[in-house]
C-alpha cells in the first residue's frame, strides 16, 4: 500500500498527490513492468559501478563481484568461492 510516509521529503504535496494516482490507477502488469524495470536499471548500474571500480576485470570476475554486492560476502564466498583481489599497481 502506498502511504504518505513513502514520499521524498522533497517531493511537493500535490505532485506526491499525482504520483499516488498514477500508481493506483495502473494495472497489476502496469506495476510489474515498472519494477521490473526498477530492478533492471539498478542492475545496469551497479555493474557499471564495478566496471569503472575494476577497469581491467573481465566479466566473469563483475559477475562475482556484482555476486558480492548482492549476497553479502559470506554467502557469494560460499556460492561462488573467493572474490578476486584487486590488483596493486607497481
Not at 514520499?7 to 490507477?25: F, G, N, Y
Request: net charge neutral; glycine share 6%.
Amino acid at each position: 500500500m502506498i502511504s504518505p510516509e513513502s514520499a521524498p521529503d522533497d517531493t511537493h504535496p500535490a505532485a506526491e498527490k499525482v504520483r499516488i494516482e498514477i500508481l493506483r490507477s495502473m494495472t497489476a502488469a502496469d506495476r510489474f513492468r515498472l519494477l521490473s524495470d526498477l530492478i533492471t536499471t539498478g542492475r545496469i548500474l551497479s555493474l557499471s559501478s564495478l566496471q569503472q571500480r575494476f577497469p581491467n576485470a573481465g566479466p566473469e570476475e563483475i559477475r562475482r563481484r556484482h555476486a558480492t554486492l548482492l549476497l553479502g560476502s559470506e554467502l557469494a564466498t560460499a556460492v561462488y568461492g573467493p572474490e578476486p583481489q584487486p590488483m596493486t599497481k607497481g
